[in-house]
């Protein structure tokens, strides 16, 4: 059978061709650019290997943190109606429209001396500044919003009426929760957590106003890129983008749907 | 043992406004009404999953208007059943046992739960996902899921408007023989006025959230109340009409009563399966034979609508399809239109 082409799918389809070409030529190039050599040289190397760990740590803490904290956020704009919810809906999409640097600022000044916050962490013992607690902070505020809209849209997904039965045959709201909308979710919130660490793991503006040091693997490249040039700082870069590949990989294979 | 007394739901948009109703132990009940009337949102109220504005929700004498859900011991089972899609049938029926052990051992629990398999067929199906089961086979377990738990209530919202027709019957007759087997006390929300007839003692007419009629459902159906309630339940012969001693006035029509009260009537209504469309004058008809044109006569399946006129009025009869081709009843045909004074009801 021949197959007439529109011009409309002709378009699509060559639109398409653009935006992929577009996304994957440049990694291609940084991922072919370096040799073998100094790609192994680059693996053996303390710095680096500390700097993605600790990137890959920070953006895992985020996203734990976001599981924890947003769930319950989540579950609300699902499920319930109330006055002001939009506005909250927005806020909560505020991280993504901000100046990631201004974010680091942000957070810098209710962190420093003089601020109520900033004193009340200080005699808790908890330091921000120049701290993987301060990175890890960063990173939830710029991820979080990627995993509230996953889960919401994941809660909402399951019909409210499921849970109204679930509380007709004696479960509690909690207990509803635990026995079927999280059982029901469980794939909405890992993907949340992939989406958050994946915005986390790349953020750069943000944490080098808050933490030059200890660095993470997106400073490390600019710093290797500022101070060496590029040829430097693209190892890093590759081994980055191949560790990250992996984790995200696995973590879809995980939450695919098991097939009937 | 359910009452609900001047009940409430305000919404912005919509209210369910001062619903009295009582449903006995044991009693199958009906909510009817047309699609967007509140049926299923007072079903929900009484489930405890909608905030009820006003009034009061007693179960058994204990009022429950405040309580959660968990609490008050109502079944409910939704049009779209709602299946719990990541357990099985049997985890599914058993999903809610755990949550009352307090009041039921393990013991009659199973029990229960293996009577409830043998009455619905369901042994075949234990052990399969919810997601390969027919729509009926999913509807008893619904049932079976609500009815373990050994609510004090059942509440059934459309059981039957998923289902294919010819599966219906079935279900029908399911809820018939769960509720004179488990003398269980339900309130079914529907539209149908056929599956009321069926399984319903009393019922409720509701409309745009108020209740229009409440009473036996052969009351309802044979002396409606109001005029929606007359056209709910099929009455297609509806006419405004003035009465003087024994007959209505319908344009330049007298239609005879017989000995009636009629103060404040203002409607006669005569049911279409109640009037006889003949080529002869019937000699047997005590009352009404009225001259008639015939205007039209379709088959609709199990039967024939037959619509004849008359001094601007317009009759519609229903025959049965095998009277139609006898008589041979065919538009602008004459023919003549009868029926008894008993089958008018005045409104």
């Not at chain 2, 619509?307 to 095998?322: C, K, M, P, V």
């Not at chain 2, 081709?325 to 089958?343: E, S, T, Y």
């Amino acid at each position: 059978m021949i197959r007439s082409i529109t011009p409309f799918y002709a378009l699509a389809f060559s639109s398409s061709l653009v935006i992929a070409a577009f996304i994957v030529i440049p990694l291609l190039e940084m991922i072919s650019q370096p040799s073998l050599g100094s790609l192994l040289e680059t693996a053996r190397d303390k710095d680096v290997l500390r700097s993605i760990w600790l990137s890959v740590y920070c953006a895992g803490m985020a996203a734990f943190i976001a599981l924890i904290l947003g769930t319950p956020l989540a579950y609300l704009l699902a499920r319930r109606s109330f006055i002001g919810k939009k506005f909250v809906e927005s806020l909560i999409d505020l991280p993504i429209m901000i100046p990631h640097p201004v974010i680091g600022i942000a957070i810098l000044s209710l962190a420093g001396k003089g601020h109520w916050l900033g004193d009340l962490a200080n005699m808790l013992g908890i330091r921000i500044m120049g701290s993987v607690t301060g990175i890890i902070v960063v990173l939830t505020y710029v991820g979080l919003p990627f995993y509230v809209n996953t889960v919401k849209a994941g809660f909402e997904a399951i019909p409210a009426r499921m849970e109204h039965v679930s509380r007709s045959l004696g479960a509690s709201l909690g207990q509803t929760f635990v026995r079927l909308t999280g059982p029901l979710a469980w794939r909405s919130m890992v993907v949340g957590m992939i989406m958050c660490a994946a915005r986390a793991i790349s953020e750069f503006g943000a944490v080098i106003i808050v933490a030059y040091h200890p660095m993470t693997a997106p400073v490390m490249i600019y710093e290797r890129f500022t101070a060496y040039g590029l040829a430097y700082s693209q190892p890093v870069a590759v081994w980055l983008i191949l560790v990250c590949l992996v984790l995200f990989l696995l973590l879809r294979i995980m939450s695919r749907p098991i097939k009937e | 043992m359910i009452e609900l007394s001047n009940l409430n739901i305000e919404f912005a948009d919509f209210a369910v406004r001062d619903i009295n109703l009582r449903v006995a132990e044991g009693e199958f009940f009906a909510l009817l009404g047309p699609t967007g009337a509140g049926k299923t949102l007072v079903l929900e109220a009484i489930a405890g999953v909608a905030s009820v504005t006003r009034g009061r929700i007693t179960v058994r004498g204990k009022d429950v208007t405040g309580l959660p859900p968990e609490d008050r011991g109502i079944g409910i089972v939704y049009q779209d059943l709602g299946l719990f899609p990541h357990l099985n049938a049997l985890d599914n029926i058993r999903y809610g046992l755990r949550y009352h052990r307090d009041a039921d051992s393990r013991a009659s629990q199973s029990e229960r739960v293996d009577r409830l398999v043998e009455l619905l067929g369901l042994n075949h199906l234990l052990k399969r996902s919810v997601h390969n089961l027919s729509g009926g086979e999913k509807q008893r377990i619904a049932l079976a899921r609500c009815l373990a738990v050994n609510p004090s209530l059942v509440l059934l919202d459309e059981p039957l408007s998923s289902l294919d027709v010819n599966k219906r019957d079935e279900v029908l007759m399911l809820l018939k023989d769960l509720h004179e087997n488990l003398q269980t006390t339900f309130l079914m929300v529907t539209h149908e006025f056929s599956h009321v007839m069926f399984l319903a003692q009393r019922a409720a007419i509701l409309n745009a959230g108020r209740l229009e009629q409440v009473g036996e459902v052969q009351d309802i159906f044979r002396k409606p109340r109001t005029r929606f309630v007359a056209e709910f339940v099929g009455m297609k012969n509806l006419w405004p009409a003035t009465f003087e001693r024994g007959t209505a006035q319908v344009n330049d029509l007298s239609i005879h009563l017989g000995e009636r009260d009629t103060v404040g009537r203002q409607f006669v209504c005569i049911r279409p399966e109640h009037i006889r469309v003949t080529r002869d004058r019937p000699a047997a008809v005590n009352g009404n034979v009225i001259p008639a044109t015939i205007t039209s006569a379709w088959n609709v399946g199990p039967y024939c609508e037959v619509t004849a006129q008359s001094d601007g009025i317009e009759f519609r009869a229903f025959l049965t399809e095998s009277v139609l081709p006898d008589i041979g009843l065919k538009r602008g045909m004459d023919a003549f239109v009868a029926f008894d004074p008993d089958a008018v009801h005045c409104l």
